[in-house]
């Protein structure tokens, strides 16, 4: 393993039994931190790398960088020892099955913590360990609907959206990784590990800062669908059509509403007591989006970008996704890599979002295969030989 030693989680070992898209990425942050993560996967490896039909779907590319691969038949005595003398190596294991599934297997915090009383046990779900839902089936698109989230998406008259992405995935996975953040952190400090649980039905409430706001302002009264807006008071604070595409604006200050309208040419408004502040705007927003569109309408996205940007406004395009992965900004801080798969051809990888100013940041290591490094991790984390680890493959328990 040629792990970068001047990297903040260096010579931490982590087990990661995590599938999908929450605990893959809690995983991928500690391996772009410098960890060694070995995905324990089972023969022929996780069912995700099989989603996007004979090639490797991109989001499986995506979150798992910079691990290595292990299969291990967790169906057998032999396969669950071995993960039992794994864990006695490891400071962190993630999983993310249905409650209840590794503990069935005698793979459960009970068990391990005894094994190894330093671990950190990381255990993420939809709903939580307990509660009268924590049996639910959990995904995404599920947990967008029980947070509340797919409830306040879209237009009044039109049924709830889903928001675009995973953000409940992703969310659980970032929350899984600051709990194991924590208790390692606690580890330091009182030499204990502990069980860390997240729920991602939790961890998307804080989300909803914005309509709770709202809706306690307004008594009670739940703030109407707007897929244009927050229910935020701001005004202006929209989409606004150009030539060839879309922008969204918002302004969060008189400053920015003063610069909007010198910049649209409109200074006879900064004139007019209705247009006073964002309250009184909101009672006429229908008028304050016309004017502004009608504007923006006659120039490309890149000409009122530029504009705007130039007048101090919160402004962005709004782009497409093949537009995102090839943002020059994005390449330059290293956000984003091309890299050349065998399998995937030429490709765009994401790094981790978090940087450090005192570490080196980890290059992109293209995803592993399943079972890549089965001889490499049973030598060096368990000590076990060539011959050994050839017969444990003959015996189905790799």
Not at 72 to 85: A, D, F, I, S, V
Not at 197 to 207: G, P, Q
Not at 367 to 395: A, K, M, Y
Request: with cysteine; hydrophobic share 35%.
């Amino acid at each position: 393993m040629t792990t970068p030693t001047n990297q903040p989680l260096a010579g931490l070992k982590v087990v990661d039994l995590t599938q999908i898209y929450q605990g893959p990425y809690a995983a991928f942050l500690m391996a772009s931190a410098g960890a060694d993560v070995v995905k324990v996967e089972p023969p022929g490896g996780e069912r995700m790398r099989g989603a996007g039909g004979e090639r490797t779907p991109m989001a499986f590319a995506m979150l798992n960088s910079n691990k290595r691969s292990l299969t291990l038949n967790l169906k057998t005595e032999q396969g669950q020892e071995l993960l039992r003398k794994l864990v006695m190596q490891a400071d962190v294991l993630l999983e993310n099955y249905a409650p209840g599934t590794l503990d069935k297997l005698g793979l459960g915090w009970d068990t391990l913590h005894q094994l190894n009383p330093k671990l950190v046990y990381v255990s993420g779900t939809g709903y939580g360990l307990t509660g009268e839902d924590s049996d639910l089936l959990a995904m995404d698109h599920t947990i967008q609907a029980a947070s509340g989230v797919m409830g306040c998406t879209g237009d009044p008259d039109q049924p709830p959206s889903r928001a675009g992405g995973a953000p409940c995935d992703i969310m659980g996975g970032i929350h899984m990784y600051a709990g194991a953040m924590s208790a390692l952190v606690g580890r330091g400090i009182n030499g204990k590990g502990t069980r860390v649980e997240v729920s991602m039905l939790e961890s998307m409430y804080f989300t909803m800062c914005s309509e709770f706001t709202a809706y306690y302002a307004a008594g009670g009264e739940l703030p109407a669908r707007n897929s244009a807006r927050s229910p935020s008071g701001v005004c202006p604070y929209g989409r606004y059509r150009c030539k060839d595409g879309w922008l969204a604006i918002i302004s969060v200050a008189e400053t920015h509403w003063h610069n909007i309208a010198k910049t649209i040419g409109r200074n006879d408004l900064l004139d007019n007591p209705d247009y006073a502040n964002s309250a009184r705007r909101l009672r006429r927003e229908p008028e304050v989006n016309a004017a502004i569109e009608a504007w923006t309408s006659k120039q490309t996205k890149d000409e009122a970008y530029a504009a705007l940007r130039m007048a101090r406004v919160p402004v962005a395009p709004i782009r497409t996704i093949d537009e995102v992965q090839e943002l020059p900004h994005l390449h330059e801080r290293g956000m984003l890599h091309r890299m050349t798969h065998p399998d995937l051809g030429d490709i765009i990888l994401p790094s981790s979002p978090i940087r450090f100013s005192d570490y080196d940041t980890a290059s992109v290591r293209l995803f592993p295969q399943p079972g890549e490094h089965n001889v490499e991790v049973l030598n060096e984390w368990l000590t076990l030989s060539d011959t050994d680890v050839i017969d444990l493959q003959t015996q189905g328990v790799l």
